[in-house]
Nanobody, 120 residues
Framework: VQVSESGGGTVQAGGSVRLSCAAS????????MRWFRQAPGKERELVAS?????????????NYADSVKGRFTISRDSGRNTVILQMNSLKPSDTAVYYC?????????WGQGTQVTVSS
Protein backbone atom coordinates (compact mmCIF):
# COMPACT_ATOMS: atom_id res chain seq x y z
CA VAL A 1 0.00 0.00 0.00
CA GLN A 2 1.33 3.40 -0.95
CA VAL A 3 0.11 6.94 -1.41
CA SER A 4 2.17 9.61 -3.09
CA GLU A 5 1.47 13.33 -3.40
CA SER A 6 2.34 15.60 -6.30
CA GLY A 7 1.47 19.04 -7.58
CA GLY A 8 2.92 21.34 -4.95
CA GLY A 9 4.82 24.50 -5.75
CA THR A 10 4.95 28.23 -5.27
CA VAL A 11 2.01 30.43 -6.18
CA GLN A 12 0.98 34.02 -5.55
CA ALA A 13 -1.83 34.85 -3.18
CA GLY A 14 -5.17 34.45 -4.90
CA GLY A 15 -3.86 31.73 -7.16
CA SER A 16 -4.70 28.05 -7.43
CA VAL A 17 -2.90 24.75 -6.99
CA ARG A 18 -4.09 21.23 -7.69
CA LEU A 19 -2.64 18.45 -5.58
CA SER A 20 -2.86 14.79 -6.52
CA CYS A 21 -2.57 11.73 -4.33
CA ALA A 22 -1.85 8.59 -6.32
CA ALA A 23 -2.68 5.37 -4.50
CA SER A 24 -1.49 1.82 -5.05
CA UNK A 25 -2.40 -1.43 -3.36
CA UNK A 26 -5.97 -0.40 -2.64
CA UNK A 27 -8.88 1.40 -4.30
CA UNK A 28 -9.41 4.95 -3.07
CA UNK A 29 -13.11 4.64 -3.72
CA UNK A 30 -13.67 2.31 -0.78
CA UNK A 31 -11.67 4.04 1.94
CA UNK A 32 -11.61 7.31 3.81
CA MET A 33 -9.08 9.62 2.21
CA ARG A 34 -7.80 12.79 3.83
CA TRP A 35 -5.51 15.72 3.21
CA PHE A 36 -3.54 17.18 6.08
CA ARG A 37 -1.10 20.04 6.18
CA GLN A 38 1.69 21.13 8.48
CA ALA A 39 3.10 24.61 8.56
CA PRO A 40 6.49 25.39 10.14
CA GLY A 41 6.25 25.35 13.93
CA LYS A 42 2.66 24.14 13.89
CA GLU A 43 0.94 20.82 14.40
CA ARG A 44 -0.38 18.81 11.49
CA GLU A 45 -4.00 19.70 10.81
CA LEU A 46 -6.80 18.03 8.88
CA VAL A 47 -7.74 20.06 5.82
CA ALA A 48 -10.24 17.94 3.91
CA SER A 49 -11.66 14.43 3.87
CA UNK A 50 -13.86 12.23 1.74
CA UNK A 51 -15.64 9.18 3.11
CA UNK A 52 -15.21 5.86 1.35
CA UNK A 53 -18.09 4.21 -0.46
CA UNK A 54 -17.88 1.28 1.96
CA UNK A 55 -20.23 3.39 4.03
CA UNK A 56 -23.39 3.16 1.94
CA UNK A 57 -25.21 6.12 3.47
CA UNK A 58 -22.31 8.51 3.74
CA UNK A 59 -19.90 7.39 1.04
CA UNK A 60 -18.56 10.33 -0.90
CA UNK A 61 -19.36 12.84 1.82
CA UNK A 62 -16.74 15.55 2.08
CA ASN A 63 -15.68 17.66 5.04
CA TYR A 64 -13.41 20.66 5.31
CA ALA A 65 -11.60 22.67 7.92
CA ASP A 66 -13.32 26.00 8.50
CA SER A 67 -10.23 27.81 7.25
CA VAL A 68 -10.52 26.32 3.77
CA LYS A 69 -14.28 25.97 3.26
CA GLY A 70 -15.41 27.48 0.00
CA ARG A 71 -11.85 27.53 -1.34
CA PHE A 72 -10.67 23.91 -1.35
CA THR A 73 -12.36 20.90 -2.94
CA ILE A 74 -11.50 17.25 -2.38
CA SER A 75 -12.53 14.69 -4.98
CA ARG A 76 -11.77 11.21 -6.24
CA ASP A 77 -10.81 9.94 -9.67
CA SER A 78 -11.55 6.25 -9.32
CA GLY A 79 -10.33 5.49 -12.83
CA ARG A 80 -6.88 6.83 -11.99
CA ASN A 81 -7.12 5.73 -8.34
CA THR A 82 -6.26 9.25 -7.30
CA VAL A 83 -7.55 11.79 -4.82
CA ILE A 84 -7.43 15.44 -5.78
CA LEU A 85 -7.26 18.56 -3.64
CA GLN A 86 -8.15 21.62 -5.68
CA MET A 87 -7.07 24.74 -3.84
CA ASN A 88 -8.32 28.14 -4.99
CA SER A 89 -8.03 31.67 -3.65
CA LEU A 90 -4.88 30.72 -1.83
CA LYS A 91 -3.58 32.76 1.06
CA PRO A 92 -0.10 33.01 2.56
CA SER A 93 -1.53 31.20 5.59
CA ASP A 94 -2.07 28.15 3.37
CA THR A 95 1.69 27.70 3.08
CA ALA A 96 2.53 24.25 4.41
CA VAL A 97 3.58 20.74 3.53
CA TYR A 98 0.47 18.89 2.40
CA TYR A 99 0.09 15.20 3.15
CA CYS A 100 -2.26 12.59 1.77
CA UNK A 101 -3.63 10.04 4.22
CA UNK A 102 -5.46 6.80 3.58
CA UNK A 103 -7.36 5.18 6.43
CA UNK A 104 -7.42 1.47 5.76
CA UNK A 105 -8.60 -1.41 7.94
CA UNK A 106 -5.06 -2.09 9.14
CA UNK A 107 -4.14 1.50 9.85
CA UNK A 108 -3.22 4.85 8.36
CA UNK A 109 -0.90 5.31 5.41
CA TRP A 110 0.85 8.58 4.66
CA GLY A 111 2.60 10.06 1.69
CA GLN A 112 5.89 11.91 1.85
CA GLY A 113 4.22 15.31 1.53
CA THR A 114 4.38 18.09 -1.02
CA GLN A 115 5.28 21.71 -0.30
CA VAL A 116 2.86 24.50 -1.16
CA THR A 117 4.15 28.03 -0.74
CA VAL A 118 1.87 31.03 -1.20
CA SER A 119 3.61 34.36 -1.60
CA SER A 120 1.96 37.66 -0.76
Amino acid sequence: VQVSESGGGTVQAGGSVRLSCAASGFAVRWFDMRWFRQAPGKERELVASIIGDTYIDSGGTTNYADSVKGRFTISRDSGRNTVILQMNSLKPSDTAVYYCNARLSDGDYWGQGTQVTVSS
